[in-house]
């Protein structure tokens, strides 16, 4: 027998399953949210260090963002600018030089293949259906090839070969090789363009929240009014004619319905009795998450403002690959941020914290100057260490899958619907984009009570 009884149940306390909640409530229903975490918010978190609030999940938003935008208005929270000022680094093959402007100074070949393969990249996106990218002209041969493929094909000057890996690894978190090419041109497609990707000023990198982006998720389940319940990782979810039990190690909760606002390769550790059909069976089976480890570490001073250097940097190096001023408006000293991807991110985040540390800021030193050798505090989080995430950004496909598992991602199965940033149709991976499918989820559901 249940313990408790509600209209939905909303497996996921991040900004989608909350989003859900808020709109299903607004609708007269009665929600709970059961989230696995001792916290909300998903893939945000925002951490305490040095007595300023630090992100080391998911921190960034940009124009056209217009759901995140909204919430972020009506809770009254303020944001500011990326810095963005200055001259941005690159390091390719342990050559440093810096540059200003959209594209890095990697010599005069290199620049005019770069700018063919991003307008053919820009070309083919605004062929994708952000809806049903598996029904885009040529779906299974862009399907067949990965970015790397695509690459190697289009671009043939090593440096641009390398700044697009780079961009890749950047905006997915994922080596190319492991990237399905139609994937990739969806992924540009729900945020307008390549360009608004993996630009600052004008794209998804513009602006910053005060406070910290997981104070957004805290915000929503307040304004949604929906019962929460944290800590408790949902372990097996039944469904018969008129309902589902959703059971966790506390209790078990009847509902008319449930929205499970996970990604997908987080779903595979829940049983389903029925059992799923195969297509959506294999989704969460063989998806995979990107993996990421995120490293900010701070300083007395933002010194390289004072070199003209706006922090904003790429390297092809051993470890990081992505690196951002991470300064505070107000904060007492300066901080950078870097970003180590992929295979390198599973190998550095098996390190010990001191030796973490001491490559980053090495990494730091070489693209930066001697004063970066000499941090004064340093956080970082591995996102694939993260049981309830897995990874992150975000879960990706491979070569094949899209076409093969893309149409089972948002498909309600009986009485369960899909949530989660990877089933929107804008900003895929982003914050707007887990609110905007929280949203659709509920919709579905009310169209249907």
């Known amino acids: 027998m249940a313990d408790s009884k509600f209209d939905v149940v909303v497996v996921g306390g991040g900004l989608s399953g909350l989003s859900a909640a808020r709109r299903l409530r607004e609708s007269g229903l009665s929600v709970v949210v059961l989230e696995a975490r001792d916290r909300l918010g998903g893939r945000t978190c925002t951490v305490e260090v040095a007595g300023q609030k630090v992100d080391v999940g998911g921190q960034w938003i940009g124009p056209g963002q217009d759901r995140v935008l909204a919430l972020i208005e009506e809770l009254g929270v303020s944001i500011y600018p990326q810095h963005h000022q200055g001259s941005s680094t690159v390091e390719l093959d342990g050559e440093i030089s810096r540059y200003r402007g959209f594209l890095p100074k990697v010599g005069a070949k290199a620049l005019l293949d770069l700018g063919r393969a991003i307008f053919k990249l820009e070309r083919g996106a605004k062929r994708v259906p952000t809806d049903h990218p598996w029904n885009a ?21 090593r440096n ?10 950047a905006i997915l978190a994922e080596e190319p090789a492991n990237i399905s090419w139609l994937h990739y041109l969806f992924y540009a497609s729900g ?24 104070q957004l998720s805290e915000g929503l389940s307040r304004l949604s009014g929906a019962e929460v319940r944290l800590s408790e990782p949902v372990t097996r979810i039944a469904q018969q004619r008129d309902g589902v039990a959703v059971t966790t190690h506390v209790e078990t909760y009847e509902a008319r319905f449930a929205v499970i606002a996970l990604a997908p390769p987080m779903c595979d550790g829940i049983a389903f009795d ?59 000293g300066g901080a950078l941020v870097a970003f180590v991807f992929s295979d390198a991110a599973k190998e ?3 390190k010990p914290e001191a030796e973490r540390r001491q490559l980053i800021v090495e990494d730091l030193r070489r693209l930066y100057g001697p004063e970066a050798g000499d941090p004064r505090w340093y956080v970082d989080k591995d996102w694939s260490s993260e049981i309830y995430s897995g990874g992150c950004y975000a879960a990706l496909f491979a070569r094949g899958q899209v076409t093969e598992l893309g149409p089972a991602l948002r498909k309600p199965v009986g009485l369960l619907h899909f949530a989660g940033t990877e089933t929107a149709t804008r900003w895929v991976g982003y914050m707007d984009g887990a609110l905007q499918a929280g949203v659709r989820a509920a919709e579905e559901i009310l169209a249907r009570d």
């Open 137 to 157: 002209p040529d779906a299974k041969a862009l399907d067949s090839m990965s970015v790397e493929d695509w690459t190697n094909e289009t671009t043939k000057n």
């Open 348 to 350: 550095f985040g098996r």
């Open 191 to 214: 945020a307008g363009g390549f360009t608004p990707l993996a630009e600052v000023r004008g794209g998804a990198q513009q602006d910053r929240i005060s406070g910290g982006a997981q």
């Open 274 to 332: 029925p059992p799923l059909p195969e297509q959506r069976r294999r989704l969460q089976a063989e998806l995979a998450m990107g993996s990421v480890c995120k490293c900010i570490v701070g300083y007395d001073r933002p010194f390289w403002r004072d070199r003209g250097i706006s922090g904003e940097g790429i390297s092809n190096g051993r470890w990081a690959r992505l690196f951002f001023d991470a300064t505070s408006p107000g904060a007492d």
């Open 160 to 169: 641009a070969r390398e700044v697009m890996r780079v961009a890749c690894n």
